[in-house]
């Protein structure tokens, strides 16, 4: 595994490309921003400090975990990572959820637990026809009766697991 120094941008830039298959990062909670470019054999690259910039298509990574980070939104440019098939944004300060990660249609994975304060998913939340795990644990949803029908209704008759 390679490291190296540099400073950290919070997601990533976009629209530019690398030469792999397949990219999956991780920005962990400790200042850590993992890139596994699986396309590339053993090319595991990790970056430690403040500031990043990745040159990589958004559309060409998988999963996306942002979980500890203290995020309060949704980075903006989320509706470009469509190849997400997992979207880790648990442990954070999210208040709400913007429509565009409703456009994540090969998202499989939707991780949002333990943020308090979220209350309400977007209306049109059931548009994730990929989504095969959504969990909502210790957020404001957890005790919100209303919201967890409406919820469990915009995936009625799919095979879901919903955690509240």
Do not use: H, Y
Not at 3 to 28: M, P, R, T, W, Y
Not at 46 to 66: G, Y
Not at 138 to 154: F, K, L, M
């Amino acid at each position: 595994m390679k490291k190296v120094l540099v400073s950290l941008v919070i997601v990533v830039a976009l629209g530019f490309s690398v030469c792999a298959d397949e990219a999956n990062i991780q920005l962990s909670g400790n200042g850590t921003l993992e890139m596994n470019l699986n396309g590339i054999p053993g090319q595991d690259i990790v970056f430690t400090t403040t500031e990043v910039q990745l040159k990589i298509a958004p559309a060409s990574i998988t999963t996306l975990d942002l979980s500890n980070n203290g995020l309060s939104e949704v980075p903006a440019g989320i509706e470009k990572f469509t190849g997400l098939v997992s979207l880790q944004l648990n442990s954070n300060s999210l208040t709400t959820i913007p429509d565009a990660v409703c456009n994540l249609t090969s998202l499989d994975e939707l991780l949002l637990q333990n943020n308090p304060s979220l209350n309400k998913l977007p209306d049109n939340i059931g548009n994730l026809i990929s989504l095969g795990v959504l969990n909502l644990q210790n957020t404001g949803i957890s005790s919100n009766a209303t919201e967890q029908a409406r919820i469990q209704a915009s995936f009625a008759g799919r095979d879901i697991e919903i955690a509240f």
